[in-house]
């Protein structure tokens, strides 16, 4: 069974500043990997896919990598921005099937 | 293009009643979607995979006669929460991919947010 743990579970940084958000899975038999944002009481809006066969893929001030040996992905978001602020959700998706399992989340906060 | 959109965005119901809510894709034909259930301050877990015109297929835990699931179409599919208790309020979320196409990405409808009293 997929097990998804991201930290930090919570950030809050000043505007500007460089971030690195952490994921690691448990079973790296994956298809690929997914990070979604989160706003509070709203759906997911899906930021980056990367496949197994990648090791990143870049959106703007986005940056996610993927190690899958390791089982662990990052997202880098450079000069944060108080829009930045939301819930930040990796889910990687089974090589079998399409099931995605989803992290807790990492709750970011941007200090303006 | 991908855009899912849930109806209602919330919806208050008494305990014992039953409540619909419909999923749909605009811009694609969605062959399987997915439907996710999210408690205040937990992620979000898979309730059901459906594919159009078959049986969804439910995850472990999950009352299959409790939360009735119709993809009726290529764009529409339904979850049926039947006889409602407090316990099943939460955030109701849908996501398809046009699989036909061999489309990596699963997109996600805004959710739909339950509260049984």
């Known amino acids: 069974k997929q097990e998804v743990t991201q930290i930090p579970a919570a950030l809050s940084v000043p505007e500007g500043e460089n971030l690195v958000l952490n994921c690691s899975f448990t079973?790296?038999?994956?298809?690929?990997l997914q990070w979604f944002r989160q706003d509070p009481g709203k759906g997911l809006t899906s930021l980056l896919l990367?496949?197994?066969?990648?090791r990143e893929q870049t959106s703007g001030r986005l940056n996610a990598s993927l190690d899958k040996s390791s089982g662990r992905s990052t997202l880098y978001i450079a000069a944060s921005q108080p829009g930045d602020s939301a819930t930040y959700l990796c889910?990687?998706?089974?090589?079998?099937?399409?099931?995605?399992?989803f992290g807790t989340g990492t709750r970011l906060a941007v200090r303006p | 293009g991908a855009v899912v959109s849930q109806h209602p965005s919330w919806v208050i119901c008494k305990s014992g009643t039953s409540v619909k809510i419909e999923c749909r894709s605009l811009?694609?034909?969605?062959?399987?979607m997915f439907w996710y259930r999210q408690f205040p301050k937990q992620s979000l877990m898979l309730m059901a995979t459906?594919?159009?015109?078959?049986?969804?297929?439910?995850e472990q835990g999950v009352e299959k006669d409790k939360f009735l699931i119709n993809h009726a179409s290529l764009t529409l599919s339904t979850l049926t929460v039947t006889s409602a208790h407090p316990e099943d309020s939460s955030f109701y979320i849908c996501?398809?991919?046009?699989?036909?196409?061999?489309?990596?990405?699963?997109?996600f409808g805004p959710g739909t947010r339950l509260t049984v009293t």
């Open positions: 996501s398809a991919r046009d699989t036909r196409r061999g489309a990596k990405e699963q997109y």
């Open positions: 079973d790296s038999a994956i298809y690929n």
């Open positions: 990367i496949q197994s066969s990648q």
């Open positions: 889910a990687p998706r089974g090589s079998s099937g399409d099931k995605l399992t």
């Open positions: 811009d694609f034909q969605a062959t399987t």
């Open positions: 459906s594919n159009e015109g078959s049986k969804a297929t439910y």
